[in-house]
């Protein structure tokens, strides 16, 4: 059953052309859903998110040039309600230069786990304004879920245990199984 | 880090951290709702034996944007006033549930006192002429800010004035030396400690020599309330020797920042307004306040060995 091979191993499940297709896909229904790039915002969360919510941007902003759609970044790590078990990435600073009042904003990450990050990047997204709505788009949907959270934008649903671990970056997706039970 | 009571305590990567932590809550300060749930549930008591402004308000401030709660201790309207010593002071503000305590005191070594009557985490706001460690983060995160550059190699940074009495000149040599600057003490003789000669600085007696190679001057506030005899003859020649004027600032080079860590002196070692020099730091000293402490209460209390010593 397992969708992995060796354990102990990363196992790529997307390739970076994967990636850059996922991102390609997830731009122009970013688009669709919202009928246009009107009152767009997207922001990456720090730091996973960052660079996939820039690759999305730039291509939003190929496809529909009538006007540039605004990309930021949010650092989630002070709203977060498990403080102190994952430190503040330093460096990875909040840098939103837009007012998000009234805008529609896609929240941009890379892994949708527990649903935790995304809760505190609404929380923390309130600091900035009230947004009119807000569009959840990941890489990869990992499945266990702890809170009522759902994406709008799923780059690829992967089934995981709940101890693998999972990275992603541009230049491809990998999964680690850390347990020796799985088969 | 479980306490902040000396740059020593904090130490070189320390230092460093809690610089780029900054760069977060200062973030924060400038959203349009400055703040955010990091410390929702703990506790923050100031315990203020001397009298203070900034430091005490830049603390309340801080724990309030992390959404921490404070208790303020009054001295002049506590039970000290009954006789109620300092350890049973702590430990009945202890028994009402703090995470820190954030302590001024005149007495030398007071915050490692209170460490063996609390659990909870101690963070020095000046204790006597000794230490006050979060000033001199505020006054490298300030210089930081204002140079764009992390390491302070090469800098030469000169210090002015009452040094014998002064726990920001101790902090400061430290944390300054730390990140590579050049420290040049700038002081009358009987305002020096009586001995420097193993702090990693230059002593010189006159300002007007040190003036033009300055990157940054740093004025001290002469501290006559700590003074029982006299270390100057009259304060008019000593805000002549070392007090800045319009005509010392005019020596200065054109990038040269001065500081001052507040209260100021007017008239004193302060003879001109601060807003008539170009590169015054003091009001971005006041405004990284909060930040600092904000990062400095954010590692104490809100990092995960803390949380995981007190589940």
Same mark, same amino acid.
């Given at each position: 059953?397992?969708?992995?091979?060796?354990?102990?191993?990363?196992?790529?499940?997307?390739?970076?052309?994967?990636?850059?297709?996922?991102?390609?896909?997830?731009?122009?229904?970013?688009?669709?859903?919202?009928?246009?790039?009107?009152?767009?915002?997207?922001?990456?969360?720090?730091?996973?998110?960052?660079?996939?919510?820039?690759?999305?941007?730039?291509?939003?902003?190929?496809?529909?040039?009538?006007?540039?759609?605004?990309?930021?970044?949010?650092?989630?790590?002070?709203?977060?309600?498990?403080?102190?078990?994952?430190?503040?990435?330093?460096?990875?600073?909040?840098?939103?230069?837009?007012?998000?009042?009234?805008?529609?904003?896609?929240?941009?990450?890379?892994?949708?786990?527990?649903?935790?990050?995304?809760?505190?990047?609404?929380?923390?997204?309130?600091?900035?304004?009230?947004?009119?709505?807000?569009?959840?788009?990941?890489?990869?949907?990992?499945?266990?879920?702890?809170?009522?959270?759902?994406?709008?934008?799923?780059?690829?649903?992967?089934?995981?245990?709940?101890?693998?671990?999972?990275?992603?970056?541009?230049?491809?997706?990998?999964?680690?199984?850390?347990?020796?039970?799985?088969? | 880090?479980?306490?902040?009571?000396?740059?020593?305590?904090?130490?070189?990567?320390?230092?460093? =951290?809690?610089?780029?932590?900054?760069?977060?809550?200062?973030?924060?300060?400038?959203?349009?709702?400055?703040?955010?749930?990091?410390?929702?549930?703990?506790?923050?008591?100031?315990?203020?034996? =001397?009298?203070?402004?900034?430091?005490?308000?830049?603390?309340?401030?801080?724990?309030?944007?992390?959404?921490?709660?404070?208790?303020?201790?009054?001295?002049?309207?506590?039970?000290?006033?009954?006789?109620?010593?300092?350890?049973?002071?702590?430990?009945?503000?202890?028994?009402?549930?703090?995470?820190?305590?954030?302590?001024?005191?005149?007495?030398?070594?007071?915050?490692?006192?209170? =460490?063996?009557?609390?659990?909870?985490?101690?963070?020095?706001?000046?204790?006597?002429?000794?230490?006050?460690?979060?000033?001199?983060?505020?006054?490298?995160?300030?210089?930081?800010?204002?140079?764009?550059?992390?390491?302070?190699?090469?800098?030469?940074?000169?210090?002015?004035?009452?040094?014998?009495?002064?726990?920001?000149?101790?902090?400061?040599?430290?944390?300054?030396?730390?990140?590579?600057?050049?420290?040049?003490?700038?002081?009358?003789?009987?305002?020096?400690?009586?001995?420097?000669?193993?702090?990693?600085?230059?002593?010189?007696?006159?300002?007007?020599?040190?003036?033009?190679?300055?990157?940054?001057?740093?004025?001290?506030?002469?501290?006559?309330?700590?003074?029982?005899?006299?270390?100057?003859?009259?304060?008019?020649?000593?805000?002549?020797?070392?007090?800045?004027?319009?005509?010392?600032?005019?020596?200065?080079?054109?990038?040269?920042?001065?500081?001052?860590?507040?209260?100021?002196?007017?008239?004193?070692?302060?003879?001109?307004?601060?807003?008539?020099?170009?590169?015054?730091?003091?009001?971005?000293?006041?405004?990284?306040?909060?930040?600092?402490?904000?990062?400095?209460?954010?590692?104490?209390?809100?990092?995960?060995?803390?949380?995981?010593?007190?589940?």
């Amino acid at each position: 059953m397992s969708t992995y091979a060796s354990l102990n191993s990363p196992h790529e499940v997307m390739s970076a052309t994967d990636v850059r297709r996922a991102i390609v896909r997830i731009a122009h229904e970013i688009i669709e859903r919202n009928h246009g790039i009107e009152g767009l915002a997207i922001v990456g969360l720090q730091r996973g998110g960052t660079w996939i919510a820039e690759a999305i941007t730039k291509q939003i902003n190929e496809i529909e040039s009538s006007v540039t759609v605004p990309v930021g970044a949010l650092d989630v790590s002070l709203h977060r309600d498990d403080i102190g078990i994952r430190p503040v990435s330093l460096g990875a600073i909040t840098d939103i230069p837009f007012d998000l009042t009234g805008a529609t904003v896609v929240l941009v990450d890379d892994v949708l786990f527990t649903g935790r990050t995304v809760r505190a990047a609404m929380e923390g997204l309130n600091n900035f304004g009230r947004p009119r709505a807000v569009q959840l788009a990941v890489l990869i949907d990992r499945g266990h879920r702890e809170l009522p959270i759902r994406p709008d934008f799923v780059g690829k649903n992967l089934p995981t245990q709940k101890d693998d671990d999972v990275s992603a970056t541009s230049d491809g997706v990998r999964i680690t199984a850390m347990n020796a039970s799985g088969k | 880090m479980k306490h902040l009571r000396s740059i020593d305590e904090l130490g070189h990567s320390g230092l460093l =951290e809690i610089l780029q932590l900054t760069d977060h809550m200062t973030e924060i300060n400038q959203r349009p709702v400055p703040k955010v749930p990091a410390l929702r549930g703990r506790t923050v008591a100031s315990l203020f034996f =001397e009298d203070s402004t900034r430091t005490r308000l830049s603390f309340e401030t801080a724990a309030k944007r992390l959404s921490a709660d404070t208790l303020t201790f009054n001295v002049s309207t506590s039970s000290v006033n009954k006789g109620e010593s300092l350890r049973d002071t702590v430990a009945t503000i202890t028994d009402m549930g703090v995470d820190a305590f954030v302590v001024r005191h005149k007495s030398v070594g007071i915050p490692w006192q209170i =460490e063996q009557w609390t659990k909870a985490s101690i963070i020095n706001a000046g204790d006597g002429a000794h230490q006050h460690p979060t000033q001199a983060i505020v006054d490298c995160y300030t210089i930081r800010e204002a140079t764009h550059t992390a390491r302070f190699d090469g800098m030469q940074i000169t210090i002015v004035g009452d040094i014998k009495h002064s726990r920001v000149a101790r902090s400061n040599i430290q944390a300054f030396s730390m990140l590579g600057a050049k420290v040049t003490l700038v002081a009358p003789p009987t305002l020096l400690p009586p001995d420097v000669s193993h702090w990693p600085v230059d002593v010189n007696h006159h300002l007007d020599e040190v003036i033009p190679t300055s990157d940054v001057l740093y004025m001290l506030r002469l501290q006559s309330e700590r003074m029982s005899q006299g270390h100057v003859p009259t304060l008019r020649e000593y805000s002549e020797q070392y007090g800045l004027t319009q005509k010392r600032v005019a020596r200065l080079r054109d990038s040269a920042i001065v500081m001052h860590p507040g209260p100021m002196n007017r008239g004193v070692e302060m003879q001109i307004d601060p807003s008539d020099v170009k590169n015054s730091l003091i009001h971005r000293q006041v405004a990284n306040g909060v930040s600092v402490r904000m990062a400095v209460l954010f590692d104490l209390l809100g990092s995960g060995a803390n949380l995981g010593g007190q589940a």
